[in-house]
């Protein structure tokens, strides 16, 4: 982009790129326009870290009768479904690729990775309706992906195996992927959730998960298509008994190993901490442990586990931390080093067909945030939150602008304050993981438990005498962590059982903390209940109003989260507030 | 019955009772023909303990995403309907009359208390598919009932409310009725649950339940139709911060002071103990409170507490229990003596569409005591059990006829002793109620709670010092229940808050008794499932494989039970096993 004299000239190398040239002109609004002092007519260039900035919709065609249509949907049905169909109007998917385009993603999985047996068939029977929605994106430049089951060669195929090391099996992907980019030549390629939570894979056949992604990469190579390949693998069917089982090692122990095996064309997504997308966890270590994988970054833009987009919760610093982190310490890469130039960012979209494209109106700014972080790991999340304010708001004055700035800045550690506390994780409501259960996963075969007793809390995970897990990060974090003199506070519970009475490097005790911490999470809120009502008056009726509503859920599910941690912790620990406040 | 020289006589007032003879002869075999010595040719009368014996089917037209077809069904799909119609083909219905009229139950409510909007209009447009459902039953003797919804002049009458003191309501009511009755003249009556977890109900008009029982009672009193009216009235809407509010309460606190407002064509169906179907409660003290109304007692022959069918829990002795408990001490009348005469019976069926009609066959069983035990409550439930093999095995010898006792007849107080300890209920996971969750209600609006913390457990309906809910008991009962002294071992957690290290009656404490029966309780289940394979090669193979699959089920599930159990309580508490069983 040039500027001179009041004129702004964009020049890009493809079509696309100049969209979103076009777009960057657009965010910057009149300034693009003001010359610079100094520096008139420089060119700046604008690239994006990484070339790929997906997007995963868990989309079903059908409606799950507890799941809904959307698993982890909270925005509405599916845009691109309806009664098992792809819609015939699909005009709404053409508004979402300028959406996305406008805030850089250019990617999009179309289907959930948990893939049922009717969205299986969008592979085959149906995929002139995936090259519908393909159609629908291409105008500004978001191309199609599909997850597809592993099991497909049985299922749709009618094979008898689905052994990736099977000729047949080689054949039958290699030509339904032929077909795929005969149908839609931009097609991106295939997302895939492989011998997790009950999906099929690999291992059925006694083979590994680089032999299952490189048996597809060999199909879809040859018409510069992609496979991501999740490493969300673990043993859901854990016995809570056994405490020398960890789920947060189960992927780097079945991936690491295999560094170096993935063919060219696969890329190994990993969730960014080692659990799945609780409000606090460490980074993963997978993501510093495949330096001859292509490694992606996934998150979760969708608010499964942080307030299911009922709760105003600003996630961009949240990311932000991910990124920047450094895993092998200050004079080394951080995560966005690591994945950008390779492997690149997927997420799990937040977007429905609600009227205001993901529930809660604050919620966008989430996907907006996702777009630019993943263009540039660098920027600032409260800036990015800004721009997403002048574009949402163009006529926002200070007020306003300062206003949604109080509520959302601090609203991802606001959310942390009242929830599960120092890295233990989880407590939700199984099943639907809304709203607290302390013991709701306790005794479960999940592999999340807290192990509270009335002594203390928290999982061993050192090497000295847990499950070792810190042993799977490189120094300096494996001893950061293995230490209870270093560990960080927001982590303490993650790596460590430590007794209520232990005292954090903050200088209070963990129960105080947890009393703490609830109870100061509910102010917060109650400020961000009080915020919204200043500014309401400022945006339109229907956003006032659906805000008011959901910081009304946010606060009273935030007072749920603060009585029932409180008195659970009280009633097992016997220790009083130091402050008197009332438990139950 | 007169019988002489091998030849028996039965004589009957009416043709139903003359089928019930019948099958009394059938269920005598052989011996009803073998003359008694010094007692020849002297008739024997026979008559059912109450006119009022009711099966209560809890099945909906459509399936339910979450709770299937059949709420809290566990024997398959509804027998009476299939894709929310009427089944076209009703053979089975009619095959199930027989059943019924075989164990003496002569009247059926044929849908769901939660009565939702495609079931409302049984009452109406569908009426003619409710007939042909009678007429299936009507060769056996059998009456249907329809539960109807309270809301019906408003959601199906289209007027503008459903004030039961409203005129057009009344009339509505009454020529609604008048319908019913005109195209089945031997219809039963309705079936309401008003103003309970949701249903609507003559509070939201500010009437009392008087008035809406009334109501109803004057629209099917033309036509000799009755009302069963549940008093299953409480707030599911509790704050579980509020020790105040005491659920167990809640229908005496609604119902005993309506005492003697009701119509004589109302029966006040009440279940038998303060809560809902647990292992162990009190028996409800509104069995007592109404001598002026007609009072019915309701059990719940569906396992939906006691293992849904998967676990082998035979409930006669419970429900002998109740019928032969005396509210007004060892001189006083037993509950089968109160209910009998004006109230009778009513149960939550266990049956569906399964092959062997209740998922597990020994359910059946269940069912077999639900018949027999109203039709006289004196009856020994072994004895009933003993009729239920002879009947169900024709064949069985000596060893198969000890081996079903075996596994049977302790196995109510089995289920008792690996689930929640001591009366004090609940401890299931929510929703579906299935398996152990020790804290799935604590923290829930639903007021079922243990109150559990470091220190002890239970809940403290004292008069002196908690709900005062032991004072809803007569004499001497307010008293027993009141005093830690006399209290039962059994309810001792129902009515009393007490520390782990509480000295019971049985000399051991309150936390060695959990971890004592729950280790007894698995024992006692693998010797169920041992007994079991001794007789299986003695029953045909799928009664066999379904009883082995089953018990296998009930084994894992127990020993969940039991090691979820203790550990929460150990982790708790902190008190080790006296005889150093593992914890986790």
Same mark, same amino acid.
């Not at 993901?358 to 919620?363: F, M």
């Not at 506390?421 to 233990?424: H, K």
């Not at 409501?429 to 993981?433: A, E, I, S």
């Not at 499950?467 to 490189?474: A, E, L, M």
């Given at each position: 982009m040039r500027r001179s004299a009041g004129k702004v000239t964009v020049t890009a190398a493809d079509a696309t790129a100049l969209l979103h040239g076009w777009f960057h002109v657009v965010r910057l609004g009149d300034a693009a326009f003001a010359s610079r002092p100094g520096d008139p007519g420089t060119a700046e260039h604008h690239a994006p870290a990484s070339t790929l900035r997906v997007l995963d919709h868990w989309d079903n065609m059908d409606v799950h009768p507890a799941m809904g249509q959307v698993e982890r949907g909270y925005a509405g049905a599916s845009i691109f479904y309806d009664a098992g169909q792809v819609r015939t109007d699909l005009s709404r998917v053409t508004a979402y690729g300028r959406l996305l385009a406008a805030v850089g %993603?250019?990617? +999009? !999985? +179309?289907?959930? +990775?948990? +893939? *049922?047996a009717r969205e299986a068939r969008l592979l085959t029977d149906d995929l002139p309706e995936v090259a519908r929605i393909a159609a629908a994106l291409r105008p500004y430049g978001v191309r199609a992906h599909l997850s597809v089951s592993f099991a497909a060669p049985r299922t749709l195929g009618g094979l008898p195996t689905s052994d990736p090391l099977d000729d047949d099996v080689r054949a039958w992907w290699r030509e339904t992927a032929a077909r795929v980019w005969e149908t839609i030549p931009d097609f991106g390629g295939f997302v895939v959730k492989a011998d997790s939570e009950g999906q099929p894979g690999p291992f059925a056949y006694g083979r590994d998960h680089a032999d299952g992604a490189n048996m597809l990469a060999e199909a879809v190579a040859p018409h510069g298509g992609l496979i991501h390949w999740r490493v969300f693998v673990y043993n859901h069917t854990q016995d809570w008994r056994d405490r020398s089982t960890d789920r947060a090692r189960a992927a780097h122990d079945h991936f690491a190993p295999l560094d170096g095996r993935f063919a060219d064309d696969v890329i190994v997504q990993v969730k960014h901490g080692p659990l799945d997308f609780q409000v606090r966890e460490p980074v993963s270590p997978v993501l510093a442990a495949m330096p001859r994988t292509r490694v992606a970054l996934e998150l979760q833009v969708t608010q499964e586990y942080t307030g299911q987009q009922q709760h105003a919760v600003y996630l961009g610093p949240a990311w932000s931390e991910v990124l920047r982190w450094r895993p092998w310490g200050d004079d080394g890469a951080t995560v966005a080093d690591v994945v950008a130039p390779a492997g690149g960012f997927a997420a799990v979209s937040n977007v429905g067909d609600d009227r205001f494209w &993901? $529930? *809660? @109106? /604050? !919620?966008q700014a989430n996907l907006y945030a996702y777009g630019r972080l993943t263009w540039d790991p660098t920027l600032d999340a409260t800036t990015v939150l800004d721009e997403w304010i002048t574009l949402t708001f163009p006529d926002a004055a200070g007020e306003l602008r300062e206003g949604i700035h109080a509520v959302l800045d601090e609203s991802w550690r606001t959310y942390e304050l009242y929830t599960a @506390? /120092? $890295? %233990?994780g989880f407590m939700v409501? @199984? $099943? *639907?993981?809304y709203g607290p259960d302390v013991d709701g996963y306790e005794y479960t075969p999940w592999g999340t438990y807290h192990f509270a007793d009335r002594d203390g809390i928290g999982v061993d995970r050192t090497r000295a005498t847990g &499950? $070792?897990?810190?042993?799977?990060? @490189?120094a300096p974090w494996r001893d950061v962590y293995e230490s209870l003199d270093t560990c960080p506070d927001e982590l303490l519970l993650f790596f460590h059982h430590v007794p209520y009475t232990h005292v954090l490097h903050s200088g209070t005790t963990v129960v105080q903390h947890i009393y703490d911490t609830h109870f100061e999470g509910v102010e917060r809120v109650r400020a961000m209940v009080d915020r919204w009502e200043q500014v309401a008056p400022l945006v339109s009726d229907d956003v006032a109003r659906r805000g008011r509503e959901r910081l009304a859920v946010q606060l009273r599910s935030a007072v749920e989260w603060r009585d029932q941690v409180n008195t659970y912790f009280f009633r097992k620990s016997g220790i009083p507030d130091q402050r008197g406040r009332t438990f139950y």
């Open positions: %993603i250019d990617r +999009v !999985a +179309v289907n959930n +990775v948990n +893939v *049922h &993901t $529930g *809660h @109106p /604050l !919620a @506390p /120092l $890295g %233990i409501r @199984p $099943g *639907h993981h &499950t $070792g897990c810190t042993g799977q990060y @490189p």
